[in-house]
């Protein structure tokens, strides 16, 4: 797993649903499918159940957004990652996104793959040309 390929804030999120749910009086298979579903948007392995599938192409959809606002998407990810020097971040971000490329396909459910695979690929393939 690369440093910009999960979220600073996912493993906060998992943690944090845990305790919520636990809080809510949540069955401890609840919590643990909960956290696990959150931790699936780590995308450091391939989703293995349907509703993983499902919530990971959720979490990808941005890339298949339309051209501005992926352009919009990726000033909001250099502001997250703003700690980190430019040579840094960049060299990372185009790990995760070849990361993202590389998948085959990218989406694993048949709606989301229809709908967006073809603008994901065009904004990665944008992203990654650009300097």
């Known amino acids: 797993m690369t440093l910009l390929a999960v979220s600073w804030n996912t493993a906060g999120s998992a943690a944090w ?14 919590v643990v499918r909960v956290h696990a579903l959150v ?49 840094v971040f960049r060299a990372k971000r185009r790990e995760v996104l070849h990361g993202f490329e590389a998948r085959a396909p990218i989406y694993a459910t048949a709606g989301l793959r229809a709908r967006l695979e073809a603008a994901a690929h065009a904004n990665l393939g944008r992203a990654l040309s650009s300097p």
């Open 17 to 30: 649903s845990r305790q919520a749910l636990r809080a809510a009086g949540a069955t401890e298979e609840v």
């Open 39 to 87: 931790m699936a948007t780590c995308h450091d392995h391939a989703p293995t159940s349907g509703d993983e599938r499902l919530l990971v192409d959720i979490d990808l959809a941005i890339l298949g957004s339309g051209r501005a606002r992926f352009a919009e998407y990726e000033r909001q990810i250099r502001e997250e990652y703003a700690f980190l020097p430019e040579p």
